[in-house]
């Protein structure tokens, strides 16, 4: 009766090991199935940031700008104390990115303003995948506030620079903001004359109060019948 009685406990105990191993496996690949997935337009996203900034890139090497820009700048303290001083420029770039930085950011970008709309963004500069995705959000509220919803998403659209605006400085000079969106998107075919015909408009506010006569104003209800 002893026998029987040790060997139905070893049965029992060896049933609930499997039972709780099978368990075991089970909830690991529950698990990894409940892992998401990454959209495709999110994983093209990535790979059109990766054709333009490679990942995995050495660390930058200090240039000779960054020697000149500390030159005369004291190495050590009132002191005596040695003073490190690394520029924020040496080292890591703002565009060294992880694939799962960048899946992020864009995922964030298209809850704001659909995938089909972030993906044209990212494809037109692809940069704005290294900005802050924090700040999305944020500036997106404060331009709703002044423009709209669909007008903001407009805006971004036409310049995704934008999306470097910290959500403290979104309300600033609004104006410009909406304005030079139409610039930006007119001046884009045009590749590296585009800026410079940009800073050339930023001189419109002077020549306007120098002359009194307005330029903007016509310029712009010209871009909005393009546009």
Request: hydrophobic letters at 40%.
């Amino acid at each position: 009766m002893m026998m029987n009685t040790n060997a139905t406990r070893s049965i029992v105990l060896l049933l609930s090991c499997l039972v709780a191993a099978t368990n075991g496996y089970f909830q690991k690949s529950a698990g990894k199935k409940a892992a998401p997935k990454n959209s495709v337009l999110t994983q093209e996203a990535v790979e059109v940031y990766g054709a333009k900034y490679s990942y995995g890139r050495s660390p930058r090497q200090e240039s000779v700008w960054d020697s000149v820009s500390r030159f005369g700048v004291p190495t050590t303290d009132i002191d005596g104390t040695k003073v490190l001083r690394k520029t924020e420029s040496s080292g890591k770039r703002i565009t060294d990115k992880t694939e799962a930085d960048v899946a992020a950011a864009f995922n964030k970008l298209a809850a704001i303003y659909g995938e089909e709309r972030a993906i044209d963004m990212v494809k037109i500069f692809p940069i704005c995948m290294s900005f802050d995705p924090a700040s999305f959000a944020g500036s997106f509220d404060v331009w709703t506030e002044v423009f709209g919803e669909e007008e903001s998403k407009d805006m971004v659209s036409r310049n995704p620079g934008l999306l470097a605006v910290k959500p403290k400085d979104a309300g600033k000079n609004t104006d410009n903001t909406m304005a030079f969106s139409y610039i930006v998107a007119a001046t884009r075919p045009i590749g590296i004359l585009g800026p410079i015909g940009i800073g050339s408009l930023l001189s419109i506010p002077v020549i306007e109060g120098t002359t009194g006569i307005a330029i903007k104003a016509p310029f712009f209800e010209a871009l909005h019948s393009v546009f």
